[in-house]
């Protein structure tokens, strides 16, 4: 759903620019509550792992595709403000480097793709968890509806965006009906996606996943007939330092062949946006983006001719760079944490 430059005029490209980077700056200081020493280190690896699911597209419809928007895994998995960030990372590395959604309509991507389905997605999220029972299946099964609902709602945005600055008279009602019934479509897969994810980190470790907090509790000890909390240990920081690094490891690996190799076979077809644009009409006034002479434009090394080869470097490059920024932005935001946040779990504790 990257919007390109032309689709939305000038002024309301502004605007949303302006929304969008004041969402960013309260998402900027949101994160230092929620970033601790365990999970600073993971968000990079989150922005990092929805480049790399985002490069493959599922097919939804006869000639149709679509892809991981990422908005309710990442608020899911690192907290709402924070998954905005990694939204926001994502998108500017595929609009610099790539030249996947314009640049002139980097607010219009960030407010629609980031902040749109975060919030949506997390709100959902957490409604859901207040009145289900308080285990893994039931944070998996939240996350599936949530992140099913978030994509339709992006997409009744970018409609709502279009209907205020669209560049070509198409009447509104189609485009709103075309654009929501192919996402809806697009929403299960982001669904499956989402579940398998979330449920695959709160198997292992819960207390590494934001929406799952509420599934774990201090460790016990039963003296004289009566449950006491047990003291810390400084064996534990360790173990739980070497369990945080083997999940890095496996995330990292993990978009690392799904961008470099995985990507090769996803489904060339136009996702869901593309399809509706050039249906309705929408994409007569497209522009050419600013970045097409990137070296990696169209997801591709420039000058290296196979095409698998081309695709899984660009794929490979993405994933660093991506890590390597978010892993930055995060590292100061967790650097400038406020005095008064919650300074995370230190006590040992226990899935219950």
Not at 139 to 147: H, I, K, L, R
Not at 258 to 285: H, R
Not at 291 to 318: E, H, N, Q, T
């Amino acid at each position: 759903m990257h919007v390109p430059d032309g689709f939305i005029n000038a002024p309301v490209s502004a605007a949303a620019g302006v929304v969008a980077a004041g969402a960013v700056a309260v998402s900027l200081r949101g994160a230092r509550r929620e970033l601790d020493e365990r999970t600073a280190p993971l968000a990079g690896l989150v922005a990092a792992f929805i480049f790399a699911v985002q490069m493959l597209n599922f097919p939804v419809a006869a000639g149709t595709s679509g892809h991981l928007l990422g908005g309710a895994l990442a608020a899911i998995l690192v907290g709402p403000c924070t998954g905005v960030l990694c939204i926001s990372v994502v998108l500017l590395m595929q609009g610099i480097l790539f030249a996947d959604g314009g640049l002139t309509a980097l607010g219009v991507n960030v407010l629609d793709m980031g902040i749109t389905t975060t919030v949506v997605a997390y709100a959902l999220f957490r409604g859901l968890v207040g009145v289900l029972p308080r285990t893994r299946r039931s944070v998996t099964a939240a996350s599936f509806v949530a992140a099913l609902v978030s994509v339709p709602a992006a997409a009744c945005v970018f409609t709502l965006i279009y209907w205020i600055g669209g560049t070509t008279d198409i009447p509104i009602g189609k485009v709103f009906t075309a654009m929501v019934g192919v996402h809806v479509l697009i929403g299960i897969g982001e669904a499956v996606i989402t579940a398998l994810t979330v449920g695959a980190v709160v198997a292992v470790r819960p207390d590494l996943v934001h929406g799952a907090r509420g599934l774990t509790a201090p460790l016990k000890l039963r003296v004289d007939g009566e449950l006491v909390d047990a003291p810390a240990r400084q064996s534990v920081a360790p173990v739980a330092a070497r369990s945080t690094r083997g999940i890095r490891a496996i995330g990292l690996v993990t978009a690392l062949v799904l961008a470099g190799f995985v990507s090769f076979y996803a489904s060339a077809s136009p996702d869901g946006l593309e399809k509706v644009a050039a249906d309705q009409g929408i994409d007569k006034k497209t522009e050419e983006h600013a970045a097409k002479d990137s070296p990696l434009a169209d997801y591709g090394v420039k000058d290296v001719s196979d095409a698998r080869i081309s695709g899984g470097l660009a794929g490979v490059i993405g994933v660093g760079a991506t890590i390597v920024v978010g892993s930055g932005v995060f590292y100061v935001v967790r650097r400038r944490r406020t005095p008064d946040a919650p300074a995370g779990a230190s006590r040992t504790e226990e899935t219950v």
